[in-house]
């Protein structure tokens, strides 16, 4: 009966023999039941082949890609990964709780993601326009009352399914991440964890979204503020962790009861739809996580903006794009969270520990390459240690491993792209044009198994002594591996250079001096401070800037009121005074 219903499927009968040649069909009825499955998924026969999906399915290790309805490019990639759990990997939209291509068809309707280190292609994913993005804002809010309905006890559990599976796959998100962004392995496991974090937090603040009691003015009327879910959400997502900012806008908003509508960027979407495959897993509703890419971010990002129907607007990236973002946004009054470009001072107080100073700079400055929005960038040092700093800091950067980020050795990933390699190189020969001093690095850097003809995204750790204001360096965030030391003779002249920038996302200080530690940071421009210290997010703290570094909190208690509206409800007694 088997054979016969697979022969059924026409010229797919070759799929038939071979199954039943590789398998038992009385002892295996479950896998073939679900081959035939397979066999009459119209969306199925047409992107596979006969022949490659019976390898597929004589497979175990990559049925479970197969049985996902997952093509077999994705299972491809899956195998070269070395992913345990091939699902993982998507090449469509998460819509509505579907996975869906583009409404266009052709091969105009999918784009390439690279791997920045060898710039081979990885997998093509849909190429949304700003059709398929409304219509995506159609499913969320199809879903939006429903979700908001749900107990915050509900929505709790819901997410804290999420957050056990993503600790479950951490080592395959964390390779996914890796083929995509670049960051060394260790680095892209903890950030794995740090996403589950934001996960886990919310799902605790689900059910603490309080209201109030206010005091009544007279006796007849008793008045509450409650706090509603503000509708549907877009979040608009950052490269540099792919993981991370996803869950950190995502589960805030579902956490406050809003459906959403997740875009990450084009360099990075395999992260984000591994993390809608493990919401559907988790249980969370269609329609309530969407994930949806597209190479015209104006497109995009231009319809959820302009779009009536979502209700705010989070948003991880540049200064420049969150500006013209804000002023879209600013047309249907939406609520707007931006968190936007960074330019950090560090600051090195004369009594500083430098051995400790050192080691903080290392961690800041050149985790992730450097590209990360709150990485030291202006490492203001007091004259008597600057030097020393310098060339201390100099002999670890050296030391650093620079190399593919799926190499265990690996310290220092490539840049994601070439765009951000030339502004780098921009940056270290304007600085040198200038006076600064090379201290080490200040040029590409070429591993084992990366181009060498000119197109490498490797950037070799740099150190730069005897810099100025009058330098890129200080005026503009390099968002790469480059150290900018400066130095100064007294702590008044050392906040005035801090807070020499129009950005004011995170600042450093490091001292032995109680008073002058609280002195400085209460006087940095900055929304994050870290005092002796080159590490600062935590899910449990508020993520967020001043000046031209953004509006709005992530993370923390305060993350979640993004996602909330205040109501005042008066409620009057009609029942007749007792005499």
């Not at 450097?370 to 030291?376: F, K, L, N, W």
């Given at each position: 009966?088997?054979?016969?219903l697979?022969?059924?499927?026409?010229?797919?009968?070759t799929?038939?023999h071979?199954?039943?040649a590789?398998h038992d069909?009385?002892?295996?009825?479950?896998?073939v039941c679900?081959?035939?499955?397979?066999i009459?998924?119209?969306?199925w026969r047409r992107r596979?082949s006969?022949?490659?999906v019976?390898?597929?399915?004589?497979n175990p290790r990559?049925f479970?890609?197969?049985?996902?309805?997952l093509s077999?490019?994705?299972?491809?990639?899956?195998?070269r990964l070395?992913?345990?759990?091939?699902?993982l990997?998507?090449?469509?939209?998460?819509?509505?709780?579907a996975w869906?291509?583009?409404?266009?068809?052709?091969?105009?309707a999918?784009?390439p993601?690279?791997?920045?280190a060898?710039?081979?292609?990885l997998l093509?994913?849909?190429?949304?326009?700003?059709?398929?993005?409304l219509?995506?804002?159609?499913?969320?809010?199809?879903?939006?009352?429903?979700?908001?309905?749900?107990t915050?006890?509900?929505?709790a559990?819901l997410?804290?399914?999420w957050?056990d599976?993503?600790?479950?796959h951490r080592?395959d998100?964390?390779?996914?991440?890796?083929?995509e962004q670049g960051?060394?392995?260790?680095?892209a496991?903890a950030?794995v964890?740090?996403?589950?974090s934001?996960?886990?937090?919310f799902?605790e603040?689900a059910r603490r979204?309080?209201?109030?009691?206010?005091p009544s003015?007279?006796?007849?009327?008793r008045?509450?503020?409650l706090r509603q879910p503000v509708g549907?959400?877009?979040?608009?997502?950052?490269?540099?962790f792919?993981?991370?900012?996803v869950t950190r806008?995502?589960?805030?908003?579902?956490a406050?009861?809003c459906?959403?509508?997740?875009?990450?960027?084009?360099?990075t979407?395999?992260?984000?739809l591994?993390l809608a495959?493990l919401?559907?897993r988790?249980?969370v509703p269609?329609?309530?996580?969407?994930?949806?890419?597209?190479?015209?971010?104006?497109?995009?990002v231009?319809?959820?903006?302009?779009?009536?129907?979502v209700?705010?607007l989070?948003?991880t990236?540049?200064?420049?794009v969150?500006?013209?973002l804000?002023?879209?946004?600013?047309k249907?009054?939406?609520?707007?969270?931006?968190?936007?470009?960074?330019?950090?001072?560090?600051?090195?107080?004369a009594?500083a520990?430098l051995?400790?100073?050192?080691?903080?700079a290392?961690?800041?400055k050149?985790?992730?390459g450097?590209?990360?929005?709150v990485c030291a960038?202006?490492?203001i040092?007091h004259?008597s240690?600057?030097d020393?700093?310098a060339e201390?800091l100099?002999?670890?950067?050296?030391?650093?491993k620079?190399?593919?980020g799926s190499?265990?050795?690996?310290?220092?990933?490539?840049?994601?792209n070439?765009d951000?390699?030339?502004k780098v190189?921009r940056?270290?020969?304007d600085?040198?044009?200038k006076?600064?001093?090379?201290?080490t690095?200040?040029?590409?850097?070429?591993?084992?198994?990366?181009p060498?003809?000119?197109?490498?995204?490797?950037y070799?750790p740099?150190?730069?002594a005897?810099?100025?204001?009058s330098?890129?360096?200080?005026r503009e965030e390099?968002f790469?591996?480059?150290a900018?030391?400066f130095?100064?003779?007294?702590?008044?002249?050392?906040?005035?250079m801090?807070n020499d920038?129009?950005s004011g996302?995170?600042?450093?200080?490091?001292?032995?001096?109680?008073?002058a530690m609280?002195?400085?940071?209460?006087?940095?421009?900055?929304?994050?401070?870290?005092?002796?210290t080159g590490a600062v997010s935590v899910a449990?703290?508020p993520?967020?800037?001043v000046?031209e570094?953004?509006?709005g909190r992530?993370?923390?208690?305060?993350?979640?009121?993004?996602y909330l509206e205040?109501?005042y409800?008066?409620?009057?007694?009609t029942?007749?005074?007792?005499?």
């Amino acid at each position: 009966m088997t054979q016969h219903l697979i022969a059924r499927s026409g010229y797919w009968s070759t799929l038939g023999h071979r199954l039943n040649a590789q398998h038992d069909v009385h002892d295996s009825s479950a896998f073939v039941c679900k081959a035939i499955r397979l066999i009459c998924d119209n969306n199925w026969r047409r992107r596979n082949s006969p022949l490659a999906v019976v390898g597929a399915l004589s497979n175990p290790r990559s049925f479970a890609s197969a049985e996902a309805g997952l093509s077999e490019s994705c299972a491809e990639l899956a195998s070269r990964l070395g992913l345990v759990d091939a699902a993982l990997v998507r090449d469509r939209c998460y819509v509505g709780g579907a996975w869906v291509e583009a409404a266009r068809d052709g091969p105009a309707a999918r784009f390439p993601v690279h791997d920045p280190a060898t710039r081979d292609a990885l997998l093509t994913v849909p190429d949304f326009d700003a059709p398929d993005a409304l219509a995506a804002i159609d499913a969320a809010k199809r879903s939006q009352k429903a979700w908001a309905q749900k107990t915050a006890a509900a929505r709790a559990t819901l997410l804290r399914r999420w957050h056990d599976l993503i600790l479950e796959h951490r080592e395959d998100l964390a390779k996914i991440m890796v083929a995509e962004q670049g960051k060394p392995r260790k680095e892209a496991e903890a950030e794995v964890t740090y996403a589950a974090s934001f996960v886990e937090w919310f799902s605790e603040e689900a059910r603490r979204t309080y209201g109030e009691v206010i005091p009544s003015h007279d006796g007849d009327s008793r008045m509450f503020a409650l706090r509603q879910p503000v509708g549907v959400v877009a979040a608009i997502c950052p490269w540099n962790f792919p993981c991370a900012m996803v869950t950190r806008k995502a589960a805030a908003a579902m956490a406050a009861g809003c459906c959403v509508v997740v875009k990450p960027s084009e360099e990075t979407p395999l992260s984000a739809l591994a993390l809608a495959a493990l919401a559907e897993r988790a249980g969370v509703p269609g329609g309530v996580l969407n994930v949806i890419t597209g190479a015209d971010a104006d497109a995009v990002v231009g319809a959820l903006a302009d779009s009536k129907d979502v209700r705010a607007l989070s948003f991880t990236g540049s200064t420049d794009v969150g500006k013209s973002l804000g002023a879209r946004c600013a047309k249907t009054v939406k609520k707007t969270s931006l968190e936007l470009g960074g330019n950090a001072p560090f600051v090195v107080l004369a009594d500083a520990d430098l051995d400790a100073a050192i080691e903080g700079a290392l961690r800041s400055k050149f985790r992730n390459g450097g590209q990360t929005c709150v990485c030291a960038q202006r490492f203001i040092v007091h004259a008597s240690l600057a030097d020393r700093f310098a060339e201390g800091l100099a002999d670890r950067a050296e030391r650093l491993k620079i190399g593919i980020g799926s190499d265990p050795a690996t310290e220092v990933g490539p840049m994601i792209n070439q765009d951000a390699v030339e502004k780098v190189e921009r940056h270290v020969t304007d600085a040198l044009a200038k006076g600064a001093r090379r201290v080490t690095g200040g040029k590409r850097a070429y591993p084992d198994g990366t181009p060498t003809n000119g197109t490498g995204t490797f950037y070799a750790p740099t150190v730069l002594a005897n810099c100025d204001a009058s330098m890129a360096v200080h005026r503009e965030e390099t968002f790469g591996p480059v150290a900018a030391v400066f130095s100064f003779e007294t702590e008044r002249e050392a906040i005035a250079m801090a807070n020499d920038s129009d950005s004011g996302l995170a600042g450093y200080v490091y001292t032995r001096d109680g008073e002058a530690m609280w002195r400085v940071a209460e006087a940095l421009e900055c929304g994050i401070v870290g005092a002796n210290t080159g590490a600062v997010s935590v899910a449990a703290a508020p993520f967020g800037g001043v000046k031209e570094s953004g509006i709005g909190r992530e993370g923390g208690r305060q993350g979640i009121d993004e996602y909330l509206e205040v109501k005042y409800l008066r409620m009057n007694n009609t029942a007749p005074k007792k005499a």
